[in-house]
Structures are given as C-alpha cells and as structure tokens.
C-alpha cells in the first residue's frame, strides 16, 4: 500500500470518529464550525476518490443522500473563491463514484455489449459537469491555484477511466460470428472516445509553454500520474498496432507527442524527484520510442517497432486489462475496429 492510500484512509477514519459529514445536512451553512467540518469533509472525500477507484476499490466515503446537491454549499456565508474548485471535483468524483458503482471491479464483464446505454450516459454527464464549471471557475495560471489544463487533465482522465471498461470482458465473449452488429458500433465509439481522452492528456501536457520552469506537474494528485501513464501505453500500442483512427485525428501525429513528452518531462522540476510517477512514465516512454539505438522516427513504417512500456509503476486496475487496451481485436472474434 503506498503512503498516500495509508494516510488517505488514516484521515477517512479520523473523519469517520469526529463525523465531520453530520454537518453536512445543514448546508449552506452560517456557522463557522459547521462550514469548517464540512469543508475538511469534502477534501478528506476528494483524496480517498483519488487513492480508491482506479486501484478498483470502492470508496470509504460514500454517496448518500445529503451528498447529492454538493454545490448548495457554495451559499455558505464562509464561501471562498477555492471552494468553486473543491465542490467542482466533489461533483466529478461523484459521477466516477457511481460508475464504479455500476460497473464494480469485475474486469471479465463485456459492459460494451451489457451496458452500452450506461456508458453512454455517464459520457454525457461528464461532458455537461465540463461544460457547467466551464462557465462558474476563475482559473488561474500560478502553479499552485487550479489553472485550466488541471481542469483539463481531471474532465479528460475521468472520461478515459470511463471509456477504459470499453476493454473489460474477452473478446470470445463479444462476437461469434463476424457478421458487424449494433455492438461493434458501440465498440467503435467508445474506442475512439478512448484514444481521443488519451491523447487529450498527453496535449494537455505538452502544449505547455512553461513546463520546464514551473512545478505544476509535480503538483498534480498520483492518480492523473496514473491516467498519463494509462493514456502512454494506449497511445503506444495505437502507433505501434497502427490503430486506424477516428477521421478527426488522421493528421495527429501521436508518436510526435509521445516524443515531445519525453522531451518535457525530462526538462521539467519533476525530473528531480526520482520517485515521482512521471518520472517512471519518461523513463519507460523513452525506452519504448526507442529503436536500434536511434531516436524514435515519426516514420509510421517504424511504428510497428515501438515496445511496450515496461513501466516501474502502479496502474491500479489498468494493470489488468491493459494487455488488450488500444489494440484493436482480431478478426476472428470481436468487434472489428476498422472503423476507428
């Protein structure tokens, strides 16, 4: 167990023994008292979010009804500005706590072709959460306030998470027959949705004029470190399998941002942590884009040459299911992916 999930579930039990969510059924406050342990109660459920879901565990702060409209707590007479961002994440977790709910841990359950509806669903959910707090937040560009490519980074690693169950269940259990069918379509856009939330993050990263002077990157929680090194070993497997892609990214050159995170990591303050996740991401990525001792070519002739990333690094459920993830299925079981 790694420090933070042992001091992440130390704090949950603390929060559990002085029931700080007692407070919670009287927002918006206009107690000081009141606002200040419901407060420390939404940061203590952020950062079990954090630590629980993408290792496949359930929460220890639960749903339940007093927590469903979060953001009458923004009528507190105590609000401040950096509470637009707390209650901003409480929501977005929310909508990936009940995901987990729906779709549990269970890594051999096809949900394309059980649950396509449901995913759906929660697609649009994420999208109108972007587009609400789109409208509601300040961001700011200083490396320790939430500017907006962290927003970025949460809205599209919470998508990848979703479309990530697009991999679960084996192929056989899709198709026998390979005759196309409602589910293959399903299939093709759920992927797609994948690679392009993949490749979001990654451009989220990059396309960054001062990742090497400001520490935002080590400042981000360990579980986005996971969603990019997620996003890494699809993106990976897309380049090297030659994944065709949706027609909205033909011209993206994907092993060009793979090449330039590198690049980006390697110069940024994060490098002088050797134990930060993005540092084993940089290690590894600039292993796999490497050939014959030459630096990775853009050349797509030599994509097929790309290993994959041997990442010293915990992907929490990914690990599981990451084998198939982004490399298309084979013809003779599964959905086809030429659409893609």
């Not at 490098?271 to 540092?279: E, G, K, N, S, T």
Request: some cysteine; overall charge negative; hydrophobic content about 35%.
């Amino acid at each position: 167990m790694s420090t933070s999930n042992a001091h992440t579930q130390k704090a949950v039990r603390i929060a559990t023994e002085l029931d700080l969510h007692r407070c919670i059924t009287k927002i918006p406050h206009t107690k000081g008292a009141c606002y200040n342990r419901t407060r420390l109660y939404w940061l203590v459920y952020i950062c079990d979010h954090h630590c629980s879901l993408i290792h496949g565990r359930p929460p220890l702060t639960r749903d339940f009804q007093s927590l469903r409209r979060p953001r009458n707590f923004l009528q507190s007479y105590f609000n401040t500005p950096s509470d637009l961002t707390m209650i901003s994440l409480v929501e977005l977790w929310s909508i990936s706590s009940r995901v987990f709910d729906l779709f549990g841990e269970d890594i051999e359950c096809h949900v394309v072709a059980q649950r396509p509806d449901e995913l759906a669903r929660f697609n649009i959910a994420y999208d109108r959460w972007r587009e609400k707090w789109l409208g509601m937040l300040s961001f700011t560009n200083s490396p320790t306030g939430f500017s907006r490519r962290v927003f970025d980074l949460h809205y599209y690693s919470a998508k990848l998470y979703l479309f990530s169950h697009v991999f679960r269940g084996s192929q056989s259990q899709s198709h026998d027959t390979k005759v196309p069918t409602e589910s293959d379509t399903n299939v093709n856009t759920f992927v797609n949705g994948a690679i392009r939330s993949a490749f979001a993050i990654i451009r989220c990263i990059v396309d960054v004029d001062d990742n090497n002077k400001s520490p935002w990157l080590e400042m981000l929680p360990p579980c986005i470190g996971t969603m990019v090194a997620f996003a890494c070993v699809g993106l990976v497997r897309v380049s090297r399998h030659q994944t065709p892609l949706a027609c909205d990214m033909h011209d993206e050159d994907i092993p060009g941002y793979l090449h330039r995170l590198v690049q980006v990591l390697r110069l940024s303050p994060v490098i002088d942590q050797p134990a930060h996740p993005l540092v084993s991401i940089a290690r590894s990525l600039e292993t796999a884009t490497t050939t014959a001792g030459q630096e990775f070519s853009h050349d797509p002739s030599t994509w097929n040459e790309i290993r994959d990333l041997d990442l010293d690094l915990d992907l929490g459920v990914f690990d599981k299911f990451t084998n198939d993830a982004f490399s298309g299925c084979n013809d003779s079981h599964g959905a086809s992916l030429s659409g893609l």
